[in-house]
């Protein structure tokens, strides 16, 4: 596999200069705030035998600089959307007069559960995203509007529960009721899109570490979103980033929130079971 | 009145141009902002340090510090933007340096200049080569 | 006044007197910077912060002229001497005449 050479190469050229090779992922270790420890490596899921060894956090494959925004939650300008979020989570809405700190009280009451999302719904018979169940909250607990997929409250709500899960591996379940549901973004991942005819492995699982014009691949790996982007310097949501992603090997995309993209998030979390959860990050 | 793309493409050149021209930002160029800052002084080279990334990972983030020891001011100017001007800081009594922080955008590879106006008035010069990359998925 | 526009600081609760401090201020802010088009190909009009201060009891630190090639949500990093136990006053102009401020309180100890 050329990305393991080029790693090999990494080594060999590190040994006799600080050179860090642009490309690959690098060594670095990813402490929050000086506090939080995330585990950014792990060894991969059973499900990804014959696929991956090692799952790593797109963290491992952005520069010094832009890591570096991540490790404090002054320097990250995500953060600043969970306070936004936090002021969302105490303010009442809706019919019932309730908000969020009604029934959760304080949001720190939430750690864990981000890292478990998406999961089935036993009531509801469905698997539910994390924003699907925000929603579900919305309307049937407090009588108020449903937030739309991956809209700027949505967005701001699920980094708030992400960033107090931090430190928390993901865990999501593709057994039992999930199964079918995994299968099917299983199938959507190794499907070619669009004029370009690229699966999410064609990239993500056969090229990272390697070059994509001047940046490079990461494993895509979705423990750290949202995330926010120096691109468009706001909070991106997952759904919209693999939109982003099927869009540009030319293809007619998915939307956000719908079932295809649902059954992907599943089955792409699973791939970074046992990676922390890391949102909101910083990246490019 | 609003013009569509196409509307003002139909206009004839020179007077396109004009249109297209945002109001009251006469793009002045980067010798003139320095000008106005030193009166046409000389700059030293020693006396302010400019640190800019040597490769930004995205150009509409890009870190930057300046430091000059006793400053009263410090000027930024992005050469190769549309407008060069980025920030000028003016340090109070009670800045413990002159010293500051902040993340701005390049429009593509170019040179970020400084200047600072140092404790006895004379001027120092201080600039660094950014290269901006284009990422990987339309960037 | 552009949307939702939320302010934070970071800055010691405590110092000795005469100490140096640092301070972090982020600003969320979109700094539209008035060089974009519209999907109709329309310039989309420059709306940014064109100025930050920091005073503490009344005195300057710093004060920063902005333009619009100040990144989205502004970041800045400075350093400040607490000669006494006082008051940090932060304050954001914007372009369309919104001023946010925030303000925090430092003791000496």
Redesign the interface.
């Known amino acids: 596999m050329i990305f393991k050479t080029l790693t090999a190469a990494a080594a060999m050229l590190a040994l006799t200069a600080p050179v860090l090779v642009a490309g690959g992922a690098d060594d670095d270790t990813l402490v929050i705030n000086g506090d939080i420890e995330i585990t950014t490596k792990a060894a991969a899921a059973p499900h990804l035998d014959g696929h991956l060894d090692e799952v790593m956090s797109g963290w491992h494959f952005r520069d010094d600089d832009t890591q570096a925004m991540e490790m404090d939650d002054f320097d990250n300008p995500g953060m600043i959307f969970v306070d936004v979020a936090t002021d969302t989570w105490n303010t009442a809405e809706g019919s019932e007069g309730k908000s969020c700190a009604d029934c959760h009280n304080e949001p720190e009451s939430m750690a864990g559960v981000r890292a478990v999302y998406p999961r089935w719904n036993e009531e509801a018979g469905e698997v539910r995203t994390l924003q699907m169940q925000m929603n579900a909250c919305r309307t049937e607990r407090m009588g108020a509007e449903a937030w739309k997929y991956d809209s700027g409250d949505a967005i701001n709500m699920e980094a708030l529960l992400a960033s107090v899960s931090r430190g928390t591996p993901v865990n999501v379940a593709i057994d039992g009721p999930a199964a079918e549901t995994w299968e099917k973004g299983k199938e959507i991942y190794y499907t070619r899109y669009g004029l370009l005819e690229l699966s999410c492995a064609n990239c993500h699982e056969q090229n990272y570490g390697n070059y994509i014009r001047a940046d490079h691949l990461s494993q895509g790996q979705i423990n750290a979103f949202p995330t926010y982007r120096l691109k468009n310097a706001k909070l991106n949501g997952m759904h919209s980033r693999f939109k982003g992603c099927i869009r540009d090997t030319r293809a007619e995309t998915f939307n956000p929130g719908s079932p295809e993209f649902v059954a992907l998030e599943l089955y792409v979390a699973s791939r970074g079971n046992g990676l922390d959860v890391e949102g909101p990050s910083v990246r490019n | 009145m ?5 509307e ?1 493409l139909a206009v004839g050149g020179a007077a396109a141009l004009v249109a ?1 021209l ?1 109001k009251g ?1 006469y793009a002045a160029t980067t010798e003139e902002w320095i000008a106005e800052f030193t009166g046409g002084a000389e700059m030293a080279d020693a006396g302010l340090d400019l640190t800019a ?1 040597e ?4 150009g ?4 930057i510090e300046v430091s000059a020891d006793g400053a009263s001011e410090i000027l930024v100017l ?1 050469t190769g ?3 060069p ?13 002159q ?8 429009a593509g590879t170019q040179d970020v200049v400084a200047i600072a106006k140092l404790a006895d008035g004379s001027f120092a010069r201080a600039s660094k080569t950014v290269k901006v ?7 | 006044m552009a949307d939702g526009v939320k302010p934070r600081v970071k800055v010691p609760k405590s110092a000795s007197a005469g100490e140096a401090i640092t301070i972090k201020t982020l600003i969320s802010h979109p700094m539209e910077s008035g060089q974009r088009k519209d999907s109709s190909g329309n310039t989309i009009p420059r709306s940014i912060i064109n100025r930050f201060t920091c005073e503490f009891n009344g005195e300057s630190v710093i004060d920063v002229t902005m333009e619009p090639a100040i990144s989205t949500n502004p970041y800045f990093e400075f350093e400040a001497t607490v000669p006494e136990a006082g008051e940090f006053k932060f304050t954001w102009y914007d372009d369309d005449g919104s001023v946010y401020e925030d303000s925090k309180k430092i003791e000496i100890g």
């Open positions: 609003e013009f569509t793309r196409r003002t297209m945002p930002a990334p490769i930004a990972e995205n509409n983030t890009v870190p992005a933007n549309p407008t001007g980025v920030a000028k800081f003016t340090f109070g009594p009670l800045a413990a340096a010293y500051a922080s902040t993340r701005i955008r390049l990359t284009i990422g990987g998925c339309g960037g």
